[in-house]
Every structure is written in structure tokens, then in C-alpha cells.
């Protein structure tokens, strides 16, 4: 079954960065882009950016361009989400997810950044 | 302030039938289509309609969407206690080049 297994919580100093891991099973790993979205603590869903396996092709909102970071690593079937110069208002959940145009059927669990001083 | 504008809280009682509203623009709804997703505290998003009104297998039929002009509207019927949940919009923004969400609506059951 397709799976999407992300690494597991965080906690950095401000200014330093952190690197995510997302792990896919169960389907070609090339078929489709991978997305990251996060979620700060109570708050709603952001749109990060994008990554295309077949040829690592990426797709950043303007708000993450030039800080955030997206690779992938197709002989292993896993992708990457690294932030550059960590603030506070980036502690937040960090999903990666599997899409198709519209159809972004198959979520990671979620992995928990946390920003401290 | 989100892109696409949702209603912050809707609520129901079991059975009735209540509607969420998603309000974008010419550059996102207006030209491609909505999308909408159910989050359960404490889990990832899931897929509840894509493509306007398309429902991923698996997805009950009380579960349906629409989409007018710029306006996407999520419909759930025969309300239950399991549908309390945040709910959120997605659309392609072509003017961002980007997807956007919605900034979600609190379900009360």
C-alpha cells in the first residue's frame, strides 16, 4: 500500500536549520510530485513548495523562496524539505504529500519543528 | 489573510445538512478548480473532493462539492458527530503561481 513516512520531531536553535525526510513505498516514487505543506500550532494549512522525482524540478511560494529547500533522492524513493536561518514562527508541523494535479490523496504523518533560544 | 476566504466556524446538529463556502478570485477558483480537504485534530489532511465535485474512493456520498464563478462550496448531509473536524480549500493560484489554501473552517457537530 502506498506510504509516506516522514522523520521524526525536531527541536533546533533559532538560526540553525533543519533538514525533513519524507519516505515513499508502495508506488513508483517518480510518478508523482511531492508536496510540503505546514501547519503552525493551531493554525491553518501553507503551502510550501513542490518537487517533481523524475527530474528534481522544484516549485516554491514566494514566502519560502531562497530559505527553504526541496531534493529528493530517487534511490532511496525520498524526498527533502531543509529551512535555512530558523525563526520562532517556523516551529510548526511539516507535511509531505503525494500529488497528481489535483489529487493529493496520500499524506505523510506529519513531523513537529520546534524553534527554540 | 488567506488568498481563499472561508467562513472561521460552521456548526449543525446530527442529520442536517450544512454547507462551507470557499470565496477566491479570477486567478484561483475563478480559472481551476477546488479542492477540499477534513483534518482531525492531531492528524494529516485528508482528500474529501477534488477537481470541484469529484469524491476520492472511499469518501462517503454525504460528502459533496461545487464550485460557481470564483466560489467553491463543501456540502455535508446526515451531519454525524465524526465530521467534527477543521475543513480546508486548495486551489492553483496562476497570478502566485501556487497552491493556496483556504484558512480553514472549525465544523461544529
Known amino acids: 500500500q502506498v506510504q509516506l513516512v516522514q522523520s521524526g520531531s525536531e527541536v533546533k536553535k533559532s538560526g540553525a536549520s533543519v533538514k525533513v525526510s519524507c519516505k515513499a513505498s508502495?508506488?513508483?516514487?517518480?510518478?508523482?510530485?511531492i508536496h510540503w505543506v505546514r501547519q503552525a500550532p493551531g493554525q491553518g494549512l501553507e503551502w510550501m513548495g513542490r518537487?517533481?522525482?523524475?527530474?528534481?524540478?522544484?516549485r516554491y511560494a514566494q514566502k519560502f523562496q531562497g530559505r527553504v529547500t526541496l531534493t529528493r533522492d530517487t534511490s532511496i524513493n525520498s524526498a527533502y524539505m531543509e529551512i535555512n536561518s530558523l525563526k520562532f514562527d517556523d516551529t510548526a508541523f511539516y507535511f509531505c504529500?503525494?500529488?497528481?494535479?489535483?489529487?493529493?490523496?496520500?499524506w505523510g504523518q506529519g513531523t513537529l519543528v520546534t524553534v527554540s533560544s | 489573510q488567506s488568498v481563499l476566504t472561508q467562513p472561521p466556524s460552521a456548526s449543525g446538529t446530527p442529520g442536517q445538512r450544512v454547507t462551507i463556502s470557499c470565496s477566491g478570485s479570477?486567478?484561483?477558483?475563478?480559472?481551476?478548480?477546488v479542492n477540499w480537504y477534513q483534518q482531525l485534530p492531531g492528524t494529516a489532511p485528508k482528500l474529501l473532493i477534488y477537481s470541484n465535485d469529484q469524491r476520492p474512493a472511499g469518501v462517503p456520498d454525504r460528502f459533496s462539492g461545487s464550485k460557481s464563478g470564483s466560489s467553491g462550496s463543501l456540502a455535508i448531509s446526515g451531519l454525524r458527530s465524526e465530521d467534527e473536524a477543521d475543513y480546508y480549500c486548495?486551489?492553483?493560484?496562476?497570478?502566485?503561481?501556487?497552491?493556496?489554501f483556504g484558512g480553514g473552517t472549525k465544523l461544529t457537530v
Open positions: 518537487i517533481d522525482p523524475t527530474n528534481g524540478g522544484t
Open positions: 504529500a503525494r500529488g497528481r494535479q489535483q489529487v493529493w490523496l496520500y
Open positions: 479570477s486567478s484561483n477558483i475563478g480559472g481551476n478548480a
Open positions: 486548495l486551489a492553483w493560484d496562476d497570478s502566485l503561481n501556487a497552491w493556496v
Open positions: 508502495g508506488y513508483g516514487f517518480r510518478d508523482y510530485y
